[in-house]
């Protein structure tokens, strides 16, 4: 009992000390480990104005993490013959163009060249002059396909990888074209429900999107912290709206990187063909991290110490959620801001480092 409470320790101490370092509100980090004591670390405030401090059943905005579950939803309805991954998304929107040639399986392995409406510059511009007024700001799923589609692909489906939050839009639309229900819906029926996460849901108004977790920007500089307004779930929607918390993302972590709820007739392995993942202005210990994206699913690292899962990041929340299938391991961090360094991934290789042996041996944080 004495090396786990030392253990945690030291753990806690990695925490706190890249908090003070790169200005985190808070934080919470959880690792499970097989025949090992959980170990759950806690950081800061959840409100800073109030001094709430973080606990380890505070909700988050989950941000793209709800990816994963919109993936396994389609991948269900792949497995009930009721969608395939060579579906053609003229099939079910007849006006996008060359729509005939954009399927199913590139939708979610982002490779169907489709632009991210969220990266178009008049849609940042709206956001930018309502900063006040983002969660009554309504997006249609047309508005946001509409953008999509109207912009210049960024290649021809199936010539590259390029992470959109389009395809997981439309994704959403064809679950819902494809079942008659909400995905709302869909994902409760089928994954929150069956696992026993009580506290995991996909938001359908403002009103709903409210984690009890307060998100905040922060100057890199000062440290100082500023509370940011949730966008309208409308506008991440399927991409990444879903809220959360970290006892439900330990069982949604381990379920997705086991393939629990997937049948034989979509494999585990066919899922977890990773293509080299770029992002736009991502700092060099990133790419050292090795990120590679399958169906639905994102991967740090490779053979034997790869890590499996997704991770998230909205203006004001990012969560790094992933199982580790040589070791049954999974560690999970979530924080109130996204804008320290490292935009999440940091974290999660720092606090790997000390938590699991081999993890990351590449990755040097930048000075402070």
Not at 56 to 62: C, G, L, M, Q, V
Not at 125 to 142: A, F, I, M, R
Not at 186 to 194: D, E, F, L, N
Not at 205 to 234: H, L, Q
Request: proline share 7%; hydrophobic share 40%; aromatic share 10%.
């Amino acid at each position: 009992m004495k090396q786990v409470a030392s253990f945690s320790a030291k753990l806690q101490n990695v925490v706190d000390t890249y908090a003070a370092k790169y200005f985190l509100p808070g934080s919470v980090v959880g690792l499970w480990r097989p025949g090992e004591e959980d170990v759950v670390i806690t950081q800061g405030f959840s409100d800073i104005a109030t001094k709430k401090p973080m606990t380890a059943d505070d909700t988050f905005i989950i941000a793209s993490v709800t990816k994963s579950f919109v993936g396994i939803v389609a991948f269900q309805l792949i497995a009930e013959g009721k969608l395939s991954l060579d579906s053609k998304l003229s099939e079910f929107q007849p006006n996008f163009p060359n729509g005939e040639n954009i399927t199913v399986e590139q939708l979610l392995h982002m490779t169907s060249g489709i632009y991210d409406y969220s990266a178009d510059p008049v849609v940042n511009k709206c956001l930018g002059y309502h900063p006040n007024q983002l969660p009554d700001l309504v997006w249609s799923t047309e508005d946001l396909i509409s953008i999509a589609s109207t912009n210049k692909p960024y290649f021809a489906p199936g010539e590259g990888l390029h992470y959109s939050n389009s395809n997981t839009v439309i994704l959403g639309v064809i679950i819902e074209k494809v079942t008659g229900s909400t995905l709302k819906e869909q994902i409760a029926r089928r994954i929150t429900v069956p696992l026993g996460l009580k506290n995991t849901y996909l938001p359908a108004s403002a009103e709903e999107n409210r984690p009890t977790a307060v998100g905040y920007y922060v100057d890199n500089d000062t440290g100082e912290s500023y509370v940011a307004p949730n966008v309208n779930p409308s506008f991440l929607w399927a991409a990444g709206a879903m809220i959360s918390n970290l006892s439900d993302l330990k069982v949604w972590a381990k379920a997705l990187g086991t393939g629990q709820l997937i049948t034989p007739a979509l494999r585990q392995e066919q899922r977890k063909q990773f293509y080299p993942l770029k992002l736009d202005g991502a700092p060099k210990f990133f790419d050292d991290m090795n990120p590679g994206y399958g169906l639905a699913l994102e991967r740090y690292q490779t053979e034997p110490n790869e890590f499996i899962g997704h991770s998230g990041k909205t203006t004001n929340f990012n969560a790094q959620m992933f199982y580790q299938p040589s070791t049954g391991s999974v560690l999970i961090t979530l924080t109130n801001t996204a804008t320290v360094a490292g935009f999440g991934p940091l974290f999660f290789a720092t606090v790997a480092q000390a938590a699991i042996p081999g993890s990351f041996p590449n990755v040097i944080a930048p000075s402070a």
